[in-house]
């Protein structure tokens, strides 16, 4: 199971590139928070 980012990007809705773009975006929301 080779995961590289050109096979996310062929693959936009790939499940684990929907969990990992909502963790990223969870952390991004979180860092925002924690700097205000």
Request: no cysteine; hydrophobic share 45%; proline share 8%.
């Amino acid at each position: 199971m080779n995961a590289h980012p050109s096979d996310v990007l062929k693959h936009p809705l790939h499940p684990f590139s929907i969990i990992s773009l909502v963790l990223f975006l969870d952390k991004f929301k979180l860092l925002k928070d924690s700097s205000r």
